[in-house]
């Protein structure tokens, strides 16, 4: 109990580090950010912020994977209902919004993948491939059941995962645009322009 | 005459530079990217490169600012012509595609742009928000064209950037789809997507 208590306390702890590390990533960019200033954001001590990750490559590894792997859980949960393919692509885009806008508050790191050094970084291809496979299905889906015109779906899910993801770049609380109304915006665009 | 000459030599030695910084940008990352590496793939000697550009950030920023520079003349260019807002966005959105994925061999630096100091990026910023600017005007011509329906044009031309941009992302001279293809298939969607 007490070791499950710990273990779930530091778990909490890594989590609050990455949400703190992707804040500033997104302010300074990777190059920018310094581990010193990432542990002043937290009001933690360097040293004590090395005792969970070892370098900036190591965080930003970090917030890429716990990103990555919200992104497939709820994109496999989507895809695995018995709604239509318009209605699961609906979904996925408002759920692909809140992982990478809200949870790790506007995480620049979804960008800046190619700073990974290259065993991390095949890693995180492999889950980005896995996620645009799962666009990909539902997308063929959506042509099988007739709701799709016939499209180059690979084209087609990198064209939305463009989209979806730039909104790193320009996308703020306060500039006066909700998630809600940049999802329902991409999602109908792309929607209507694949329609059959 | 031989200051001219001499003048247009060294901008056409700047250029090739910019051209193999962006290449090892894009396969490195900004971050991964080094002064000696740019040089070695040049031929050059680290001094010689130091001679044109004297630092990472000032070559990251001059393949921006001639990038952006290109977007721009040819955006304008296309924004002041005769035809429809519908095939101006076509024309755009090829020439778009030029500039990012040829004219600097897939410069990667087009996404990595907050790796930049605060002076330079604000300039970097200006010149974006401009290009962004001249996309919402065509949006709002065709609005009043009749030939899109009602739609919030800030976001519909920050969509249009995201899935152009993020192609420098994925797209790969070898990967079987040319920059026609891409093209014409984000120009379609999109189009189609915001059609009256």
Redesign the interface.
């Known amino acids: 109990m007490v070791q499950t208590a710990t273990r779930s306390g530091s778990e909490a702890r890594r989590t609050a580090i990455l949400r703190g590390a992707a804040d500033v990533f997104?302010r300074?960019?990777?190059?920018?950010a310094g581990m010193r200033e990432i542990a002043e954001g937290l009001s933690m001590a360097p040293g004590a912020l090395y005792y969970y990750f070892e370098s900036k490559e190591d965080l930003l590894y970090a917030c890429q994977m716990l990103s990555l792997k919200r992104l497939l859980r709820s994109g496999r949960a989507i895809a695995a209902g018995g709604e239509g393919a318009p209605s699961k692509l609906r979904r996925l885009v408002r759920a692909h919004l809140g992982h990478i806008l809200d949870a790790l508050g506007g995480s620049?790191a979804h960008?800046?993948f190619?700073?990974?050094?290259e065993p991390l970084l095949r890693k995180v291809v492999s889950k980005r491939d896995a996620y645009e496979g799962l666009i990909r299905r539902i997308l063929r889906a959506g042509i099988a059941e007739g709701a799709f015109r016939e499209?180059?779906e690979?084209?087609?899910a990198?064209?939305?995962?463009?989209?979806?993801?730039?909104?790193v770049?320009?996308w703020k609380p306060e500039g006066g645009?909700d998630l809600e109304?940049?999802a329902s915006?991409?999602a109908?665009?792309?929607?209507?322009?694949?329609?059959a």
């Not at 300074?28 to 920018?32: L, N, Q, S």
């Not at 109908?188 to 329609?195: P, Q, V, Y």
Request: no cysteine.
């Open positions: 997104r300074k960019g990777f190059h920018g620049f960008v800046e190619h700073a990974l050094p499209t180059d690979k084209l087609a990198l064209s939305l995962l463009g989209a979806l993801n730039w909104t770049v320009w645009r109304a940049v915006h991409i109908e665009t792309f929607l209507t322009g694949i329609s």
